[in-house]
Antibody
Framework: QVQLEESGPGRVKPSETLSLTCTVS????????WYWIRQPPGKGLEWIGD???????NYSPSLKSRVTISIDASRNQFSLKLISVTAADTAMYYC????????????WGLGTLVTVSS | SYELTQPPSVSVSPGQTARITCSGD??????ACWYQQKPGQSPVLVIY???KRPSGIPERFSGSNSGNTATLTISGAQALDEADYYC?????????FGTGTKVTVL
């Protein structure tokens, strides 16, 4: 059974960089697309971006200027960097997997709460 | 920017049918997915490609998509179906989630 696990700091200061890593276990990172999705407390889901196993990334237009998603197939990991964070970036951050667009994300991590606060 | 609109809440009696709509411009021309999210848990995919159920999802969950509206139907709703439900679709190269619907079974 595929497992995804997010890791990274639970607190980031305003104007600094949020960095998270998703480690994929019991499955190869090949042949799938890998997503970052967030959910502010009490609110809905927001797609941040995704990356293919060959490293082609795609970002939300509203976050594109601040986001970078990268992949390390040798470690079965992919990562998120979000620069210049503000309180509005406080959210539960999820990593997820999808075979292709339209197939939906069939496996999700448990999520990690990131709070932006000084 | 593309928008997917869902009703904020839907109530259903146990054993009855709940229908959750998701509206978006020409949504029927795109694939729609549906996720179930219970409090404190990660979302779970319940429908993909409009009407396909992933392995392990009960048959009481079904989907359709035509025109501007995708619909998730829960036939014979059970107490354990009480959750938030989100639709999702792609427009150009951007993924969009619906506004979310809280389903109450009572």
């Amino acid at each position: 059974q595929v497992q995804l696990e997010e890791s990274g700091p639970g607190r980031v200061k305003p104007s600094e960089t949020l960095s998270l890593t998703c480690t994929v276990s019991d499955a190869s990172i090949s042949n799938y697309n890998w997503y970052w999705i967030r959910q502010p407390p009490g609110k809905g889901l927001e797609w941040i971006g995704d990356i293919s196993y060959i490293g082609i990334s795609n970002y939300s237009p509203s976050l594109k200027s601040r986001v970078t998603i990268s992949i390390d197939a040798s470690r079965n990991q992919f990562s998120l960097k979000l620069i210049s964070v503000t309180a509005a970036d406080t959210a539960m951050y999820y990593c997820a997997r999808a075979y292709s667009r339209g197939w939906g994300c069939d496996h999700w991590g448990l999520g990690t709460l990131v709070t932006v606060s000084s | 920017s593309y928008e997917l609109t869902q009703p904020p809440s839907v109530s259903v009696s146990p054993g009855q049918t709940a229908r959750i709509t998701c509206s978006g411009d020409k949504l029927g021309d795109k694939y729609a997915c549906w996720y179930q999210q219970k409090p404190g848990q990660s979302p779970v995919l319940v429908i993909y490609q409009d009407n396909k159920r992933p392995s392990g999802i009960p048959e009481r969950f079904s989907g359709s998509n035509s025109g501007n509206t995708a619909t998730l139907t829960i036939s014979g709703a059970q107490a354990l179906d009480e959750a938030d439900y989100y639709c999702q679709a792609w427009d150009t190269n951007t993924a969009f989630f619906g506004t979310g619907t809280k389903v109450t079974v009572l």
